[in-house]
Protein backbone atom coordinates (compact mmCIF):
# COMPACT_ATOMS: atom_id res chain seq x y z
CA UNK A 1 0.00 0.00 0.00
CA UNK A 2 1.16 3.45 -0.85
CA UNK A 3 1.66 5.99 1.85
CA UNK A 4 -1.23 8.38 1.58
CA UNK A 5 -0.05 11.60 3.15
CA UNK A 6 -2.58 13.66 2.07
CA UNK A 7 -4.98 11.62 4.03
CA UNK A 8 -2.39 11.31 6.79
CA UNK A 9 -1.89 15.12 7.08
CA UNK A 10 -5.69 15.54 7.30
CA UNK A 11 -6.86 13.36 9.99
CA UNK A 12 -3.93 14.37 12.05
CA UNK A 13 -4.35 18.04 11.93
CA UNK A 14 -8.15 17.16 12.24
CA UNK A 15 -7.16 15.00 15.57
CA UNK A 16 -5.32 18.11 16.98
CA UNK A 17 -8.08 20.32 15.94
CA UNK A 18 -10.90 18.00 17.85
CA UNK A 19 -8.41 17.93 20.77
CA UNK A 20 -8.57 21.45 21.52
CA UNK A 21 -12.77 21.28 20.96
CA UNK A 22 -12.94 18.80 23.44
CA UNK A 23 -10.63 20.76 26.03
CA UNK A 24 -12.11 23.95 25.66
CA UNK A 25 -16.05 22.28 25.97
CA UNK A 26 -14.62 19.97 28.60
CA UNK A 27 -13.51 22.19 31.06
CA UNK A 28 -17.21 23.76 31.45
CA UNK A 29 -19.09 20.35 31.13
CA UNK A 30 -17.88 16.05 32.33
CA UNK A 31 -17.86 13.63 29.42
CA UNK A 32 -20.87 11.78 30.39
CA UNK A 33 -19.70 8.70 31.10
CA UNK A 34 -18.70 6.60 34.52
CA UNK A 35 -19.98 8.90 37.62
CA UNK A 36 -20.65 11.43 35.45
CA UNK A 37 -23.05 9.48 33.36
CA UNK A 38 -26.28 11.19 32.74
CA UNK A 39 -29.37 8.72 32.65
CA UNK A 40 -32.67 9.72 31.32
CA UNK A 41 -35.64 7.75 29.61
CA UNK A 42 -34.92 6.45 26.58
CA UNK A 43 -30.84 6.34 26.95
CA UNK A 44 -29.49 3.32 26.31
CA UNK A 45 -26.63 2.16 27.78
CA UNK A 46 -24.28 -0.74 26.97
CA UNK A 47 -22.53 -2.72 30.30
CA UNK A 48 -19.22 -1.42 31.04
CA UNK A 49 -16.78 -4.71 30.24
CA UNK A 50 -18.85 -4.84 27.03
CA UNK A 51 -18.24 -1.09 26.38
CA UNK A 52 -14.41 -1.14 27.28
CA UNK A 53 -13.94 -4.61 25.14
CA UNK A 54 -15.62 -2.88 22.00
CA UNK A 55 -14.63 0.42 22.12
CA UNK A 56 -11.18 -0.70 22.44
CA UNK A 57 -10.74 -3.70 20.37
CA UNK A 58 -10.59 -1.58 16.68
CA UNK A 59 -7.34 0.38 17.57
CA UNK A 60 -5.87 -3.52 18.58
CA UNK A 61 -7.78 -5.55 15.08
CA UNK A 62 -6.74 -2.59 12.67
CA UNK A 63 -2.83 -2.04 13.34
CA UNK A 64 -2.73 -6.08 13.45
CA UNK A 65 -4.92 -6.47 10.15
CA UNK A 66 -2.45 -4.20 8.49
CA UNK A 67 0.93 -5.43 10.00
CA UNK A 68 -0.23 -8.68 8.85
CA UNK A 69 -1.10 -7.70 5.11
CA UNK A 70 1.97 -5.62 4.39
CA UNK A 71 5.10 -6.90 2.44
CA UNK A 72 7.76 -4.97 3.37
CA UNK A 73 10.64 -7.56 4.78
CA UNK A 74 12.45 -4.35 5.96
CA UNK A 75 10.31 -2.53 8.91
CA UNK A 76 11.19 -4.16 12.60
CA UNK A 77 11.83 -0.97 13.76
CA UNK A 78 8.41 0.00 12.56
CA UNK A 79 6.92 -3.35 13.86
CA UNK A 80 8.46 -2.60 16.94
CA UNK A 81 7.43 0.62 17.97
CA UNK A 82 3.54 -0.12 16.25
CA UNK A 83 3.51 -3.16 18.75
CA UNK A 84 3.72 -0.64 21.56
CA UNK A 85 0.79 0.71 20.53
CA UNK A 86 -0.76 -2.62 20.08
CA UNK A 87 0.07 -3.35 23.51
CA UNK A 88 -1.68 -1.07 25.00
CA UNK A 89 -4.79 -1.78 23.27
CA UNK A 90 -4.62 -5.59 24.16
CA UNK A 91 -4.54 -4.41 27.58
CA UNK A 92 -7.43 -2.35 27.31
CA UNK A 93 -9.38 -4.26 25.55
CA UNK A 94 -8.60 -8.07 26.51
CA UNK A 95 -7.21 -7.31 30.08
CA UNK A 96 -8.83 -4.29 31.60
CA UNK A 97 -12.23 -4.71 30.07
CA UNK A 98 -12.86 -8.38 31.80
CA UNK A 99 -12.00 -6.58 35.46
CA UNK A 100 -13.56 -3.24 35.28
CA UNK A 101 -16.34 -2.86 37.62
CA UNK A 102 -17.55 0.46 35.87
CA UNK A 103 -21.05 1.72 35.30
CA UNK A 104 -22.28 1.13 32.11
CA UNK A 105 -21.74 3.38 29.37
CA UNK A 106 -24.52 5.27 27.02
CA UNK A 107 -24.33 3.97 23.51
CA UNK A 108 -23.80 6.91 22.08
CA UNK A 109 -20.45 7.44 23.74
CA UNK A 110 -19.10 3.42 23.31
CA UNK A 111 -19.87 4.54 19.23
CA UNK A 112 -18.15 7.79 19.65
CA UNK A 113 -15.23 5.92 21.07
CA UNK A 114 -15.35 2.75 18.37
CA UNK A 115 -15.61 5.34 16.01
CA UNK A 116 -12.15 7.50 17.07
CA UNK A 117 -10.34 4.10 18.00
CA UNK A 118 -10.73 3.18 14.07
CA UNK A 119 -9.57 6.09 12.63
CA UNK A 120 -6.51 6.38 15.59
CA UNK A 121 -5.86 2.91 14.85
CA UNK A 122 -5.62 3.12 10.80
CA UNK A 123 -3.99 6.28 11.35
CA UNK A 124 -1.21 5.21 13.52
CA UNK A 125 -0.09 1.87 11.57
CA UNK A 126 -0.52 3.29 8.13
CA UNK A 127 1.91 6.19 9.36
CA UNK A 128 4.32 3.62 10.52
CA UNK A 129 4.18 0.85 8.02
CA UNK A 130 3.65 2.94 5.02
CA UNK A 131 5.10 5.97 5.43
CA UNK A 132 7.88 6.34 8.17
CA UNK A 133 12.01 5.46 7.90
CA UNK A 134 12.00 4.06 10.44
CA UNK A 135 13.44 0.43 9.10
CA UNK A 136 15.53 -0.41 11.98
CA UNK A 137 15.48 0.71 15.63
CA UNK A 138 18.66 1.15 17.37
CA UNK A 139 18.36 1.50 21.00
CA UNK A 140 21.37 3.73 21.07
CA UNK A 141 19.36 5.97 19.52
CA UNK A 142 18.72 8.61 22.53
CA UNK A 143 15.16 10.10 21.78
CA UNK A 144 13.82 6.40 20.59
CA UNK A 145 15.14 5.30 24.12
CA UNK A 146 13.73 7.76 26.26
CA UNK A 147 10.58 7.45 24.41
CA UNK A 148 10.31 4.07 25.07
CA UNK A 149 11.24 4.54 28.47
CA UNK A 150 8.53 6.95 28.84
CA UNK A 151 5.92 4.73 27.26
CA UNK A 152 6.23 2.09 29.23
CA UNK A 153 6.78 3.97 32.28
CA UNK A 154 3.43 5.17 31.98
CA UNK A 155 1.94 2.27 30.87
CA UNK A 156 2.62 0.77 34.28
CA UNK A 157 1.96 3.87 36.27
CA UNK A 158 -1.70 3.30 34.50
CA UNK A 159 -2.06 -0.23 35.39
CA UNK A 160 -0.95 0.43 38.74
CA UNK A 161 -3.20 3.35 39.21
CA UNK A 162 -6.62 1.17 37.57
CA UNK A 163 -5.54 -1.07 40.05
CA UNK A 164 -6.26 0.60 42.81
CA UNK A 165 -9.11 1.92 41.87
CA UNK A 166 -10.74 -1.13 41.67
CA UNK A 167 -10.01 -2.27 44.81
CA UNK A 168 -10.98 0.76 47.08
CA UNK A 169 -14.44 -0.69 47.28
CA UNK A 170 -15.26 -3.78 48.49
CA UNK A 171 -17.91 -5.71 46.92
CA UNK A 172 -21.37 -4.34 46.93
CA UNK A 173 -20.40 -0.43 47.73
CA UNK A 174 -21.26 2.13 45.77
CA UNK A 175 -19.98 4.97 47.49
CA UNK A 176 -17.13 7.10 46.73
CA UNK A 177 -13.80 7.21 48.03
CA UNK A 178 -10.09 8.91 48.10
CA UNK A 179 -7.83 6.59 45.87
CA UNK A 180 -4.70 6.10 48.08
CA UNK A 181 -1.41 4.76 47.32
CA UNK A 182 0.83 4.64 44.68
CA UNK A 183 1.01 8.11 42.62
CA UNK A 184 -2.27 9.07 43.71
CA UNK A 185 -0.26 10.00 47.22
CA UNK A 186 0.93 13.24 44.81
CA UNK A 187 -1.57 13.05 41.82
CA UNK A 188 -5.10 13.18 41.65
CA UNK A 189 -5.54 11.66 38.79
CA UNK A 190 -2.83 9.38 38.55
CA UNK A 191 -4.26 7.16 35.91
CA UNK A 192 -4.93 9.83 33.51
CA UNK A 193 -1.41 10.90 33.83
CA UNK A 194 0.18 7.50 33.10
CA UNK A 195 -1.86 6.95 30.34
CA UNK A 196 -0.49 10.81 28.71
CA UNK A 197 2.82 9.57 29.64
CA UNK A 198 2.32 6.70 27.57
CA UNK A 199 1.53 8.63 24.44
CA UNK A 200 3.56 11.56 25.18
CA UNK A 201 6.41 8.75 25.05
CA UNK A 202 5.45 6.86 21.99
CA UNK A 203 5.41 10.51 20.24
CA UNK A 204 9.06 11.10 20.90
CA UNK A 205 9.49 7.82 20.12
CA UNK A 206 7.95 8.08 16.43
CA UNK A 207 8.73 11.35 16.39
CA UNK A 208 5.48 12.37 14.01
CA UNK A 209 2.80 14.90 13.38
CA UNK A 210 0.12 11.53 13.43
CA UNK A 211 1.37 10.21 16.73
CA UNK A 212 1.76 13.86 18.15
CA UNK A 213 -1.89 14.46 17.43
CA UNK A 214 -2.87 11.02 19.15
CA UNK A 215 -0.57 12.32 22.35
CA UNK A 216 -2.62 16.29 22.14
CA UNK A 217 -5.67 14.72 21.59
CA UNK A 218 -5.34 12.54 24.99
CA UNK A 219 -4.22 15.17 26.68
CA UNK A 220 -6.51 17.42 25.98
CA UNK A 221 -9.59 14.95 26.61
CA UNK A 222 -9.05 13.13 29.82
CA UNK A 223 -6.71 16.31 31.42
CA UNK A 224 -9.92 18.49 32.14
CA UNK A 225 -11.59 14.88 33.58
CA UNK A 226 -8.25 14.81 36.18
CA UNK A 227 -8.85 17.99 36.86
CA UNK A 228 -12.71 17.61 37.28
CA UNK A 229 -12.22 14.39 39.37
CA UNK A 230 -10.04 16.38 41.26
CA UNK A 231 -13.18 19.01 42.26
CA UNK A 232 -14.90 15.92 42.92
CA UNK A 233 -12.85 14.79 45.56
CA UNK A 234 -12.23 18.34 47.04
CA UNK A 235 -15.73 19.02 47.13
CA UNK A 236 -16.89 15.98 48.50
CA UNK A 237 -14.32 15.13 51.35
CA UNK A 238 -13.51 17.43 53.21
CA UNK A 239 -10.40 15.76 54.05
CA UNK A 240 -9.11 16.71 50.60
CA UNK A 241 -6.57 16.86 50.11
CA UNK A 242 -5.03 16.96 53.52
CA UNK A 243 -4.66 13.37 53.81
CA UNK A 244 -2.49 12.97 50.88
CA UNK A 245 1.18 13.95 50.54
CA UNK A 246 1.42 16.62 47.90
CA UNK A 247 -1.70 16.18 45.93
CA UNK A 248 -2.79 18.05 42.64
CA UNK A 249 -4.86 17.70 39.73
CA UNK A 250 -2.75 16.91 37.06
CA UNK A 251 0.93 17.30 35.91
CA UNK A 252 1.55 18.66 32.47
Known amino acids: MQCQQLLVRWLSWSMILAG ?19 TSPGCRTVPARVAWFLQELPALLLPVLLLLTTSD ?3 TGRCL ?11 RSCIYSLLTRGRPFPLNIMVSAIVFCSINGFLQAHYLLHCTEHSHVQLSDGRTLIGLLIFFTGMAINIHSDHILRNLRKPGEISYKIPRGGLFEYVSGANFFGEILEWSGYAIATWSLPTFSFAFFTMCFIGPRAYHHHRFYKDTFKDFPRSQKCLIPFIF
Open 81 to 91: LLTTFCLHYFQ
Open 73 to 75: SHR
Open 20 to 38: LVHFILLLKSHAPYGRYAR
